[in-house]
């Protein structure tokens, strides 16, 4: 799979997973896993970085390509250690789960078969750093959010394409789950089969009726129909679905143009933003601002406005009124969504309990912010049944009874004081 940004989510990830593993277990036994359980275990993440990256350098192996852009199988693995080290909580993570095992068996790395399980806790700490970088470099090519959880998504949703693509060309030894899968008796050869070129062609039913079939044909419940939370928010919504599976199918035909050569548009684009910059600049120097300039001068006008005239006094956190049938109307809600969108608040979450003095479109708009309109672990409740998404910051606003403004004013410094609290990353973890 695919996605502006991330590099991590191709064939070559196994061999970076095993890589990884392998020079982790090296390196282990040098230092003594019992470590990971003292009081020095938070300050042993620096040594065991440049143990690793030299065991990485020495294996040898890794030098075949490890995805689409050329990043070899060592140079991923290298970078993905090293994120490693800026990101100490995840190293917290990991301290915390040797020592849970270490609880219930005691020193197990020395027990039979005790490597591999040293080993697969590893692996679990690189699996879910993998899709923090990628998330994170993706939100940075898109300018989009995305969250850790809906990377995984992503990868669930191209997996279960790849496996509903292989029933279907196998429709012959698979006539009666290709006919689940379809939603009809199969007797001849489906006109799908043709049809099903990429993952766009995917339909969306096609991957919750072949989830639907899995524990009928092979005795295990599928993805979207475990009691997992990861999933729970995508059962019902086809339709985002369907967009992630497009979105996946139409970066992967722009992407297998990688091999053309683009010199020529990069010499236009590269004398394009030159006379832009040059414009630009004239413009900043003479009496009347660029255009750009302009409409950021009128929008900070209108933002001052608007400040000036509101009201700063927050709300009180806990007024939970039925809405009005003309607010209802307004934002296109259900006149009683904050009482049910606030009764669906995980009650002594880290979270909440940071923004307890913040009203609840304010705790609303600083998830939207962070995580983006729709993440795996947003209640239902929380979501715009027309979108199947959080309000809009507008929507909020107006839930708020405030100007935009003045709600991203608001949220921000939520925001600013989640950053600064004490044991942030532990409660990150911990609402994740």
């Known amino acids: 799979m695919r996605l502006p940004g991330t590099r991590y ?3 070559g990830w196994e061999q970076v997973r095993k890589l990884l593993g392998q020079c982790s277990l090296q390196v282990l036994a040098r230092l003594d896993p019992v470590r990971l359980l003292e009081a020095e275990g938070d300050g042993m993440l620096a040594e065991y970085v440049d143990a690793v990256a030299q065991a990485l350098h020495k294996s040898g192996r890794g030098d075949q390509p490890g995805n689409s852009y050329g990043d070899t199988i060592l140079e991923l693995a290298l970078s993905l250690v090293y994120e490693l080290q800026a990101r100490p909580s995840d190293w917290g993570t990991l301290r915390a789960a ?20 040293l080993r697969k806790k590893f692996n679990d700490l690189y699996a879910v750093l993998r899709d923090k ?5 993706y939100q940075a090519a898109c300018g989009r959010p995305c969250s850790p959880n809906r990377m995984y998504a992503y990868r669930m949703l191209d997996t279960a394409y790849g496996e509903v693509a292989r029933l279907l060309a ?10 689940a899968i379809l939603g009809r008796t199969v007797e001849a050869e489906p006109i799908e089969v043709r049809r099903l070129r990429s993952v766009a062609d995917c339909r969306p039913e096609w991957i919750l009726r072949w989830s639907e079939s899995l524990e009928r044909f092979t005795g295990a419940a599928g993805p979207l129909h ?27 035909a722009l992407s297998s143009n990688r091999d053309r050569d683009w010199l020529q548009d990069a010499s236009d684009a590269t004398a394009w933003l030159d006379d832009y910059w040059r414009v630009l600049g004239e413009s900043e120097g003479a009496s009347t601002p660029g ?30 009124p ?6 209802a109307g307004q934002v296109s809600l259900s006149p009683r969504y904050l009482q049910v969108a606030a009764a669906a608040q995980e009650r002594g979450s880290w979270a909440l309990r940071m923004m307890e003095g913040d009203s609840l479109p304010v705790r609303l708009a600083v998830y939207l912010k962070l995580l983006g309109p729709f993440d795996d672990s947003y209640p239902p409740e929380w979501l715009d049944p027309a979108t199947g998404e959080l309000p809009t910051m507008q929507q909020l606003a107006l839930l708020d009874g405030v100007s935009l403004p003045t709600l991203r004013k608001r949220r921000d410094a939520a925001i600013a004081r989640l950053a600064a609290a004490p044991g942030r990353d532990a409660g990150l973890e911990e609402e994740r």
Not at 101 to 113: I, K, L, Q, V
Not at 233 to 252: S, T, V
């Open 133 to 137: 970088v990628d998330s994170d470099n």
């Open 9 to 11: 989510q191709e064939h």
């Open 226 to 252: 475990t009691r997992s939370k990861r999933f729970a928010g995508l059962k019902d919504q086809p339709d985002k679905i369907g967009a992630m599976l497009r979105e996946i199918g139409e970066y992967e």
């Open 291 to 320: 255009p750009d300039l302009i409409l950021e001068a009128r929008q900070d006008e209108r933002d001052l406005v608007a400040q000036e005239a509101e009201d700063e006094t927050p709300s009180p956190p806990d007024a939970l």
């Open 98 to 117: 040797v020592a849970g095992e270490h609880a219930r068996m005691g020193a197990f790395w020395t027990a039979p078969g005790g490597d591999a399980l």
């Open 170 to 179: 196998s429709w012959r030894e698979h006539r009666e789950q290709v006919g």
């Open 322 to 327: 039925v809405l009005s049938d003309s607010l």
